[in-house]
């Protein structure tokens, strides 16, 4: 078993790679043109729009996070003319938190797409592309999406993939300031549901 998720990824579509701060000149745009659709669903501090300096520091970190095996976090694009349409991210964690990979029993799935890319199941493809790389390291059996109740298509995708919705829980907004909000927490253990 790999003891961390590859820096690349192919699917049918879509190509995974690793954030980089080469990404930059093609994610400050994309962030600028979409931020008002994203703060409301994604933490802010990825989705804050930057100037490229600082932007290829947040995407270092992002790096630096992905060889310490604390979060992987990749640039999905279009397999054919590579644009860059959003990310999917695994994080590992136990029952309570994320947590080191040696000390968790399964991923935590995230994903965001730019408005224009919704709909065509990318994100679907995505996060089953994620799935299938998080179960393939060592100790994880299991997998979660937690997503906005409030973020219907984003919801539809943990569904679409055969994850059973556990339970809602009251967590913080993604925007400081903003009221708390229902959390519905999607899990994935195999059982009638499938690895993609």
């Known amino acids: 078993m790999p003891a961390r998720p590859p820096d690349s990824h192919r699917t049918a579509r879509l190509l995974l790679e690793r954030w980089s701060p080469a990404h930059a000149e093609s994610l400050q745009p994309l962030l600028e043109a979409n931020v008002e659709r994203l703060k409301p669903w994604i933490p802010w501090r990825v989705a804050e729009p930057a100037a490229l300096p ?25 397999a054919t003319t590579l644009a860059l349409l959003g990310e999917v991210d695994l994080f590992p964690r136990d029952a309570q938190a994320r947590v080191a990979l040696a000390d968790g029993d399964r991923v935590e799935i995230g994903y965001w797409l730019r408005a224009d890319a919704w709909g065509q199941g990318y994100a679907t493809e995505a996060a089953a592309a994620a799935l299938a790389l998080g179960l393939a390291l060592p100790g994880i059996s299991r997998a979660e999406i937690r997503c906005d109740a409030a973020n219907a298509p984003s919801a539809a995708v943990p569904r679409r993939l055969g994850f059973r919705l556990a339970r809602v829980i009251a967590d913080e907004a993604t925007v400081p300031g903003d009221g708390p909000v229902q959390l519905e927490v999607w899990e994935w253990d195999g059982s009638g549901g499938r690895a993609c």
């Open 54 to 78: 600082a932007l290829r520091e947040r995407l270092a970190a992002f790096s630096r996070a992905f060889d310490d095996g604390r979060e992987w976090r990749y640039a999905v694009r279009h």
